[in-house]
């Protein structure tokens, strides 16, 4: 081997990435001892990011496009070591890959449900999920707070923490919107533009941004949703007599049909038989009594006034006016008036007060 093979295996001339694992997020240009040649080529292609790390500390960033590496345009490492020193002094530095696209059809839920406060159903319990995307923003910061020396960073890594924050900020928010259990599947893309807002400046400390949220499903418990569809049953119901009319008649039909019931079946189906049989005379609901008839309203009472030279007394009730019957200070003759009469009477000729009169105590002993 001459010398030229020598320092041709020894130093890089081309320096780039491709990936085609779809999940790996950072990945470090591997070469022994990290020299790399003064003059040789990075290759930074369409969503990657190359980060370059001297002695431990990071120098520069580049963006996509091609680069020779040397102290001319790359003035950010201008103060470097043996920069200066071309071809026989080699750098020792590393090259870190960032992937800039978005990764996408990440999941995210609620491991336990989040209690809300429901204007409708009172206190209730949620569940939420869905998918999200998520993004390096910069790819700098992402190097230094989450990366660290690892030399192939998958999303693996970090997709937990972020469903963790992402279940955080989704509670805090639905229990702020407070929109109605019932609307919130007709405003799931607000919710989730208001989450990913809220995620957003957590996400920024660590480099990354997530562009989309979605949320696919919010449900609510077993119990709770099997109420609501027998309260939409109902509902569609409409008439609940001939639905209960229905519903017998699918039940006899089934007992019936079910060899296995036997006589129990054969006697379920009668019985039913003759409720519906009894509630079709009654014209009533399955099962109901008819309803009975209101009391009638109790009578008004009326109370009298009496015109007696030329001045009025009263108001007296009928039970007063028989007492003076009695006493012999009301006779026939008198006037008397009562609220609806049309002008004064004669006591007699007033229907209510004539039997009064007409009932008179048998004549004394000795008489």
Do not use: C
Request: hydrophobic fraction near 40%.
């Amino acid at each position: 081997m001459g010398i030229f093979d020598f320092l041709t295996g020894e130093f890089i001339d081309v320096i780039h990435w491709t990936d085609n694992t779809r999940d790996t997020m950072v990945w470090r240009f591997e070469r022994e001892g990290h020299e790399i040649k003064y003059g040789a080529k990075l290759t930074v292609r369409e969503g990657q990011a190359a980060v370059f790390v001297h002695e431990g500390q990071l120098a520069d960033v580049f963006t996509p496009g091609l680069y020779m590496l040397e102290s001319n345009n790359m003035p950010i490492m201008t103060t470097l070591q043996h920069w200066d020193h071309g071809f026989k002094s080699p750098f020792k530095s590393e090259i870190y890959y960032v992937n800039t696209t978005r990764f996408s059809n990440l999941k995210w839920g609620t491991k336990n449900p989040i209690m809300v406060r429901d204007p409708e159903f009172g206190p209730t319990r949620l569940r939420a999920f869905g998918t999200y995307t998520v993004k390096v923003a910069d790819p700098a910061l992402f190097l230094r707070e989450i990366v660290g020396t690892d030399g192939e960073f998958t999303m693996d890594e970090i997709s937990y923490q972020i469903r963790n924050i992402i279940v955080q900020e989704f509670s805090r928010v639905i229990a702020q919107s407070g929109i109605p259990v019932l609307d919130m599947a007709a405003n799931t893309a607000d919710l989730g533009k208001l989450i990913a807002a809220a995620i957003d400046p957590t996400m920024k400390q660590y480099g990354l941004t997530i562009p989309e949220l979605y949320i696919e499903n919010i449900s609510l418990p077993a119990a709770v949703e099997e109420a609501l569809d027998k309260r939409t049953s109902m509902g569609l119901a409409g008439d609940l007599g001939k639905f209960t009319q229905y519903s017998a008649a699918e039940a006899m039909t089934s007992a019936a049909n079910n060899p296995a019931g036997g006589g129990m079946a054969a006697g379920l189906g009668a019985g039913m038989g003759m409720a519906m049989a009894g509630q079709m005379a009654q014209g009533g609901p399955w099962g109901a009594s008819p309803a009975a008839a209101p009391p009638p309203p109790p009578p008004v009472e009326h109370v009298w006034h009496i015109a007696k030279g030329g001045e009025v007394s009263g108001p007296f009730s009928k039970a007063a006016m028989g007492r003076m019957v009695t006493e012999g200070k009301l006779s026939r003759d008198s006037m008397v008036w009562t609220q609806g009469q049309d002008g004064w009477m004669e006591a007699g000729e007033v229907m209510e007060l004539a039997q009064l009169f007409t009932i008179m105590p048998p004549p004394p002993p000795g008489a």
